[in-house]
């Protein structure tokens, strides 16, 4: 090589080519060195870490482990386990934990760290937890570590109490310390970013770019944009990422004069946007269907000639797919990208399913692999949720053998737990609970779809079975689970059952969960128990449209009609606005209460004060009122004002109420209609006969019974037509 044996010379080369070069190029010199020592191998081993090639990383640790004549350092193991930490490789990383403790580095603090990062990428806190103690006189890495380790699990709680406890312990933060707590504090309240401003003061630290930028992305995230703004402000420095999250601020709080100043500001002062700025405003304007901000930023991102960036180019087909009226933009969108992601194809794929274009979404996600791009499990949950809407069970089929196939780090647990969901969803429950019993893992999402698959097909008591399902795996119940064992409880109207569940909910504090909440609302009052239902109404914070619903449907289904109608008008007073289904409460009240010309006034201003489009079952029970009421014609004017093509149960209401009140000319109509729309319903002819026999018009009532046995109707002793109609009605 020219150099002889001269290895610091080697190993500074080495460095210069994978730092300069990259790895390929340095794992060529690697490969020509006729001697390597330590050096040489975390050089390379390192090298692949840097650039994120974490497997290739591991095997050349191997290979150096396996050479048996170089012994790694501290250095070694720390790029080792963080080439673990990203592949969450437990068992390699415990392997290596295992050959630092016999090498006599288990209190390096360089490597405690490392250690606390690899265990908390995995998964495992309490593993992390016993490293960081065990470490002594950690340093502020290994505690800042540790805290970013909590806030990365969602622990809010878990890493504030950890910073106040360094800070206990005299241990002094840095800003990366401080940039940790604040991704926890933002979660917390504003209050807590407050607190951590007021330590950066108080301990003299310097407010640099990165606290800076830090600190305006929490207080944007806690709707503080005025006080993201004054720390903006507080100093000329700035770059590209602090004008990024003070336009993402902007963006986050409907601002979009601010949004556009800001760039304007940008510009001027020197700094141009780059394509995750652009990005960034583009992701919230798709949440926040803001079309015209968005068409904005594409003018910008066109003008600086950034539109090919696939960043740039996912932003906009997200963009214009959920704020667009067609998709004419979005397909441009997506042909103006040099090279398509997968997260491209994901964004176009649940845009034509959210659209209601599952046949599309499908044709799309062949497409896609056709041009050799794999979907991720975001892509498959997405489809497998469109072919559930069209209910294709093919689809499934298909998409569950492709899942099969898949390589097994891409096999996620989200993408079971949404098999699970599509199966439960089409009623296939053996092919729901086969999925379950293969899955190497089950999480609470996993039981979960499968219960609220089970619940909509009204096997309520199979829907609490899964409860044991949950014990015997031991997976805790969480407010969504609890809320669909809540739903099938109270469906079979078991008092006793959700006492234990409302009893539970309490000892595990769950009840604070408006789902959880909203449950026990409508158990109590389908179980006739409105004392306990307005209790625990009373106790929601900030009740929702779906608490004023169960409270008002449970008034209203146990008599007391004239409460419900006033509990409507305490929720438009504290500003929740109706939907469909509190209209569809307030016509059964008026119904059963007799409020015929107040239920008219509700059906009107549907449409007229709150914007909502009257659904088939509003018609239903208006017809099913005004009939009640003997106001038939009025009636059969609904029907003819109907702007869809209404089904047979329409014209069975208004049959049933001209019997009651013995009109046989609309009567034979409705029959006529309803029989053109479902000729083998025997309720039908069993009314319209009933009709004729009222009237003494015997002969009649018996050729519509003679037509009955000919066509080999009979009534189903079953259930009742006038029960199918109630769950129409009440349900």
Sequence with gaps: MGFGNNMY???????????????????KLFDEMWVRDVVSWTGMVSGYVKYGYYSEALGVFEDMWGSGMVVPNEFTFASVLRACSGLEAFKFGCFVQTQIVKLGFEENLVLGSALVDFYSKCGCFDEAMKIFESVKNGDVVTWSTMIGSYVQAKKWSWALGLYLRMIGDGVRPNEFTFVAVL????????????????????????????????????????????????????????????????????????????VVATLREMKTSGISPNAFTYAGILNTSSSLTQLELGRQVHSHVIKVGVEGDVSVGNGLVDMYMKCAITVVDALKAFEGIILPNVITWTSLIDGFAQRGLEREAFQVFVEMQGVGVQPN?????????????????SQVREIHGFILKAPKEDSEITIWNALVDAYAGLGMLDNAWNVIYMMNHKDVVTYTNLASGINQLGYHDMTLEIIGHMEANNVKIDGFSLASFLSASASLASMKLGKQLHCFSVKSGLQSWISVSNGLVDLYGKCGNIQDARNVFMEIRRPNVVSWNGLISGLASNGHFFAALLRFEDMTIAGIGPDKITFLVLLYACRHGGLVDKGVEYFHSMSETYGISPQFDHYVCLVDLLGRAGRLFEALDVIESIPFSPGSLIFKTLLGS?????????????????????????VIYILLANIYDDAGRFGHG??????????????NPGQSWMEKRNMVLNG
């Design 9 to 27: 010379l080697i190993n500074n080369l080495l460095a210069l080519y994978v730092k300069c070069f990259g790895v390929e190029v340095g794992g």
């Design 658 to 682: 001209c019997r009651v009140h013995g009109n046989v000319s609309i009567g034979e109509d409705m029959a006529r209609r309803a029989i053109e729309l479902d000729p083998s319903d025997p």
């Design 377 to 393: 499990f975001v892509t498959l949950s997405g489809i497998l949720q469109s072919c559930l809407t069209r209910k294709s069970l």
């Design 183 to 258: 991704g926890a504090c933002c979660f917390l309240g504003v209050e807590y970013v407050r607190l951590i401003h007021a330590h950066v003061v108080l301990r003299g630290m310097k407010m640099n770019l990165v606290l800076k930028t830090a600190f305006v992305d929490m207080y944007s995230k806690c709707n503080r944009v005025e006080d993201a703004a004054n720390i903006f402000k507080q100093t000329p420095e700035s770059d590209v990422l602090l004008w990024t999250a003070m336009i993402t601020g902007y963006t986050n709080s409907s601002n979009f004069e601010g």
């Design 702 to 715: 018996d050729l519509i019974r003679q037509m009955m046995r000919e066509r080999g109707l009979s009534k």
